[in-house]
Every structure is written in C-alpha cells, then in structure tokens.
C-alpha cells in the first residue's frame, strides 16, 4: 500500500474477506476498524522510519494510557492507547535512542513522566514521556545492541525492544559442535523400534522426507530408538551421530558414509584438484599499478617461510611473481585459475591514498607591564663656629671640597668663606633614580633650593612601560594516509668550541619550528594523528670554562595522539607563564618615615606573561584533486 486506508474484514465460512477502500474516498468514509504498521530496525538499521499518513478523522486526539511489560521473549513491550487510530505516529532510531512522535496528540499531566523500568530485565532501561510541542513524545532508552518492531491494531500502539537475533551462519557455526543449539525445521515423526538395522531406518526416513538417500555399503549395523514428534531432520542427526556416520548433500540427493570414508573421499579430491592444477599449462600476464608499488605488492603475493617452517603463499607451488620497478609493472605467471584470484586481489590494493592536510597553528602572546619611580635627593651646607666651619653634603667628595676651598680661603685672605660648591655628583646623598629594564628613559623633574649657607637638591624620576606581543605560526602541509610527514623551518646559531688540544671549531644548534605528523583515516571519515609539534627560540648566551659562549635554546613541543573530526580544530595543549616582580631600594630608617620616606626610596614593579596555544585542523582531501572534502 502507499499509503493506510480504510478496510472491513469478514468471515465467510472458513475464508476471510478483506476489503480495501478507495484511497481516493477514504477520507468520506468511517475510520478502518484496525490499521497496522510496522518498522523493524537494528542498531545500524535507517535513522527515521515514519508511518504513512492515515486517513484523518476528527474527535479529539490524546494519549489514553500508556503501559510497559515484558514479553515472553525477554523483549521489552511499551504500549500507547490512543483515542484515536488515525494519530500519525513517526517511529525512529536516533543515536541510542528511539523516539516516538504522536502527532497532533497531547499527554495529561499524570502521564508526563520518566519510568524507571530496569527491574524488568529488557533491553530498555528507562522511557519518557513528555509533551513537545504540538506532539506528544516517547523517548526510549535501550542498551544497545538492540533492534525494535512498531505496529498498530485499532488504537492500540505497540513498540518492542529486543537483542537482536544471531544470524543464519553464527546459529550453523554454534550447531556444528553443539547439537543443542542446532535448530531444526523437518515435519515432525515418531520411530520406535528395537534392534532395527541402520539402513532400514534411513530406508524410511527416505520415504517420509521424499528424499533420495544414498547409501555407502560400509554402513552397517543395528540400532535401537525411540524417538516421539521430534522433527525429522533432527532424527537423522542423531542416528548419524550415534552411528558415526556423515552426510553430505546435492540437491535432492543425499550420500551417506561413514565420517572416516567421506573425508578420506574428500582428501583423495583435493588431492587430485592438485594433480590436476600441476599439469595446467601457466600463463604469464604483465599488469601495470596505478597506484600501489610494484615492489610491495610482489612482496605480498610472494611466499612467506614462516615461524612453523611453513610457507604462507597465495601463488602456486609453480607461480612465480616479478616487479619490474621503472613502469611500475608486476610480471606474473601462474595457472589461469590463480591469476584471475591475483589479479581481483590486484584491483582492490590498486586504489589511490587518501590525503591530509595537516594545519597547525602555533601562537604565542606576551603582556608586558612595568613601573619604576625613584629620586635623587642630596642636601649641602656650611657654618662658621667658634671653632672652625661646619661642613655638609652627599658624599666625602662633596665635603672635601668645601673644606679644602675654605683652607686655601684662610691661606690667602685669612677668611674661610667664600667656599666652593661641589659638583652636583658630589652633592647626591640618595641615588635612586628610576631604573627601566626596558632601558628606555624616564621622566624626570629637578628642583633646587639655594640658601645663605645650603643647598637642597631634588630629582624625580619615573617610568611605565606597557607592552603586547603575538607571534603566530602556521606550519601545514599534505601527507598520504598513514605516511609520516615533516616541515621544518628555522636556523642554525652558530658558536664556537675549544677541545683539549685548544683547536677552535665551529658548532651549530638548530633553533627550528617543526610539524612532524602521521595520519590515519578512519572508515567514519576522522583524523588520528600522531603529532609531534616544537617551536625554539635563541635563549641566553651561557659562558664556558674553556672560553667563549654557547647559546641556548628555549624549546617549545608537544607529542601527543589526537582523534578528530575531519575539518574540526583541536587545541593540543597550552602554557601559560607569569612572572610578578616587585623591587623597593631604599635608605634605611629615612625611607619609613611616612610621606617623606618617598624621598629615600625608590619602587619598581614588572610583570611578564607568556601563554602558548597550539591548533590543528586535519582536512580530508577529496581523491584525485587538491580539494578539502566536505564534512
């Protein structure tokens, strides 16, 4: 159908009449009495699955109750009683989780709720209910693996949850060494005999089964069975089994012997195959590689002794293989059979590598901030007593000065005074003038008092520096899936060494930004890279005893193993580094008294910060162009 339309079903004796409605008209005609729709998925089945729209009545739409219960198979049963059958419903997987849309629908209330439903030993942990929007919404949480079932009769909708179910081949490989787990499909018999002979009971399993049965002439011997409505494929089984004995089928036609005598046959017919395949004549085919290497493939497709002593080859014991690297050629000779295996196996390794490219980002930012205040302060005077002069200044320069002028004053005129003034370095009592690291000047502002008999010298001085940096790094560059790549760019410092025997040379460090990468493309279409990313700078130059100077590198790396989404910027680490300092020079006792001791002090503060940051962003290269794919 393409869509659910109204049907009326009847009983007519032992046949049941079922009649479909116009699509056309059904929307003029009463609501179908049952109407059923069902979507079974697997954990990997198709994200949505929607149920046609049905046909539209009216009548008020609302969720009438809704139960959970578990299923005699261990499945989860989730329930919704609808007060109307014809509530479109969209059922779809969503990551883990299933989601229910009744649309058009509402939840009371006491309905909206979250049910805890571990203890029911299913595969749903939990279900909620809830309204949104103009729906109402079933949100259910099963452990995966899981595979659900949805359908619909009258106004009842009905969700399960189950594992899903082992495969065909995983229940054969199970029932190979366990009958128990072996399941059987055969028309059900009873046998019943004592001492019968084993060719007389398959002669009857033939004739119920319709089966032609083949019987080699070692089979011999008795057995005696009951067996009660048991299928009849199980009852072959066992008799085989007690009796030793193997079957093996073609068709219609079904041979029997013994186990020993069936796999000896088996082994006499491979053994011939390889007689036969022996005397084939070989052939020799040239195929040319686009894109593997020649040389690597030969290598595979050669043989390999191995640990055993045995030889792991996918030629024949008279093939042989051959690369012949300039054309990129592979010269191979074997039995035809072989070489149509080769050359399929060829055609699947003989694809193009996807590409990466690999961009990296490697920042460094600096925030810069200093602040030095200081001041020159000196005081020079001179008196005359009773007993001499009196003098004062900066330094012992500065008084010296003074007195030596006033002695060479008495010498000539008999009168100390007029004495000399020191020079203004010798009159400085304080020297703390501010003192940049950054080396740039500062401001200053001078005063000076000048009395009779003294001089007041004063210097402020100060200076703030502020200061941001960023240095950016953009190494990139394309590799092959699983192939490592390197760029580096940089330099060499160069310095000089003395040995023992006082020879100079010359010696090299490398200061270098460096990407070294090795991708791996993943089925899903993401990145794992193994990254190694440096980044050095010239340090210091460090002394040696021997004389001279080695620089030093300040190094910058990360190693690391990442998984990311193609196109998706990934931070790999950062540093982050701050350094505060805070310096007061000062002369003692006069630099604490309050206010004035600022004339007797000088403050710096500074304060460094570095922070490191290092992207990278994997793009996917579309094959056979340099082109980004899309994500």
Do not use: C, H
């Amino acid at each position: 159908l393409a869509q659910l339309v109204p049907y009326q079903m009847q009983v007519q004796g032992n046949a049941v009449l079922l009649t479909l409605d116009n699509a056309g008209t059904a929307s003029a005609r009463t609501p179908p009495n049952s109407a059923a729709a069902s979507v079974k998925a697997a954990a990997k089945s198709r994200p949505s699955q929607s149920a046609p729209a049905p046909v539209v009545t009216s009548g008020p739409r609302n969720i009438s109750d809704l139960s959970f219960r578990r299923g005699p198979a261990g499945q989860a049963v989730i329930t919704v009683k609808l007060s109307n059958p014809s509530i479109p419903v969209d059922v779809r997987q969503e990551g883990n989780q299933i989601i229910a849309d009744f649309q058009g629908a509402t939840l009371s209330k006491g309905q909206q709720r979250r049910l805890d439903v571990t203890d029911f030993a299913t595969p749903v942990s939990a279900v909620q209910a809830l309204n949104r929007g103009n729906d109402a919404r079933l949100t259910i949480d099963p452990t995966p693996p899981f595979e659900f079932l949805a359908y619909q009769a009258d106004n009842q909708y009905v969700i399960e949850v189950r594992p899903p179910q082992k495969s065909k081949e995983e229940d054969d490989k199970a029932a190979l060494f366990d009958m128990s787990k072996k399941k059987y499909t055969g028309d059900l018999l009873s046998l019943n005999f004592q001492d019968i002979e084993v060719r007389a009971i398959l002669q009857i399993l033939a004739d119920f089964t319709g089966l032609n049965i083949v019987v080699s002439d070692t089979v011999k011997g008795n057995l005696t069975l009951r067996l009660q409505n048991v299928p009849w494929d199980q009852a072959l089984d066992i008799i085989l089994r007690t009796k030793g004995l193997t079957m093996r089928q073609n068709g219609n036609v079904v041979f029997i012997a013994p186990t020993e005598e069936i796999a000896a046959r088996e082994k006499l017919e491979l053994e011939s195959r390889k007689v036969v395949e022996d005397l084939v004549p070989l052939r020799t085919e040239v195929i040319q590689l686009n894109y593997a290497k020649a040389e690597d493939v030969a290598k595979l497709l050669q043989p390999e002794r191995g640990k055993d002593n045995n030889t792991r080859n996918m030629l024949s014991p008279r093939g042989e293989i051959n690369a012949y690297v300039p054309t990129n050629t592979l010269v191979i000779k074997d039995v035809p059979d072989k070489l149509t295996e080769i050359r399929k196996l060829i055609a699947e390794l003989d694809t193009p590598a996807r590409q990466v490219m690999i961009d990296s980002r490697v920042v460094i930012a600096s925030d810069d901030y200093a602040r030095d205040i200081g001041v020159r302060f000196g005081v020079t005077g001179v008196n005359q007593t009773s007993n001499g002069i009196n003098a004062l200044s900066g330094s012992l320069a500065g008084t010296s000065t003074i007195v030596n002028s006033a002695v060479n004053n008495l010498t000539t005129t008999g009168q100390p005074f007029p004495v000399a003034v020191p020079p203004l370095a010798e009159r400085i009592g304080v020297p703390l003038p501010a003192a940049p690291s950054g080396g740039g000047a500062p401001a200053k502002l001078a005063m000076a008092i000048l009395g009779a008999d003294y001089l007041v010298d004063l210097e402020l001085s100060a200076l703030q520096t502020e200061g941001k940096g960023e240095i950016l790094s953009n190494p990139r560059v394309v590799t092959t899936d699983l192939k490592k790549a390197t760029i580096v760019q940089g330099r060499q410092i160069p310095y000089s060494e003395v040995d023992d025997q006082g020879q100079v040379t010359t010696q090299f460090k490398d200061a270098l930004l460096k990407l070294e990468v090795t991708p791996q493309i993943t089925p899903d279409d993401r990145v794992r890279m193994d990254l190694v990313i440096s980044k050095d700078d010239v340090g210091v130059n460090v002394p040696q005893a021997t004389g001279g100077f080695v620089p030093s590198i300040d190094k910058r790396e990360v190693q690391t193993q990442v998984l990311v989404n193609n196109g998706e910027t990934v931070v790999l680490g950062g540093v982050f580094e701050q350094n505060k300092n805070k310096g007061n020079d000062k002369v003692p006792l006069l630099g604490d008294i309050p206010l004035l001791g600022y004339l007797f002090q000088r403050n710096s503060t500074n304060t460094i910060k570095r922070e490191l940051l290092i992207f990278v962003t994997p793009q996917i290269l579309k094959e056979g162009s340099g082109a980004v794919a899309e994500r």
